[in-house]
């Protein structure tokens, strides 16, 4: 590929949201230790849908990363910059199975520490209430 055009491609993700949980560092069959954990974004104001926040897995090899993120206490902001990527492995019957996740690159403690107050506050997916949703009228014209 020549460097010196832009490519029309690009895979660079910012996430902003909640630590939902303390982050997992486990082993891999190579050495490399594995960091993952999960982010509760909430989603623009008119989404469609009920859904008000994503919960994006993330996860990285890097030193540093991991050391930023197990220092982040659930329930606070934390932002990351990375690539989303699809990780094939087999389970332990032996079926092929994949998820998308963002491949983070560098993981801070956002500045102010929460998310801003409003409808779609992102807050740990577990302990997400949903409203009983009131019966819309439809007009007999329809």
């Not at 939902?20 to 849908?49: Q, Y």
């Not at 206490?73 to 990351?80: F, K």
């Not at 500045?111 to 007999?140: D, E, I, L």
């Amino acid at each position: 590929m020549d460097e010196s055009k832009p490519s029309v491609a690009d895979n660079h993700v910012f996430l902003r949201g909640v630590l939902a949980e303390v982050p997992r560092v486990r082993t891999m069959p190579s050495g490399d230790e594995l960091c993952s954990f999960r982010l509760t974004v909430p989603r623009p104001k008119g989404s469609f849908g009920r859904t008000r926040v994503d919960s994006i897995e993330c996860a990285t090899t890097r030193l540093a990363v991991r050391k930023a993120a197990v220092r982040i206490v659930p329930g606070e902001v934390l932002e990351v910059t990375g690539s989303l990527r699809r990780r094939f492995w087999r389970t332990g019957s032996g079926s092929a199975t994949s998820r998308y996740e963002v491949d983070v690159v560098t993981a801070r403690k956002a500045k102010g520490g929460s998310m801003p107050t409003s409808p779609a506050r992102a807050v740990p997916a577990k302990s997400v209430k949903r409203k009983p949703r009131a019966a819309r009228s439809v007009p007999a014209d329809r």
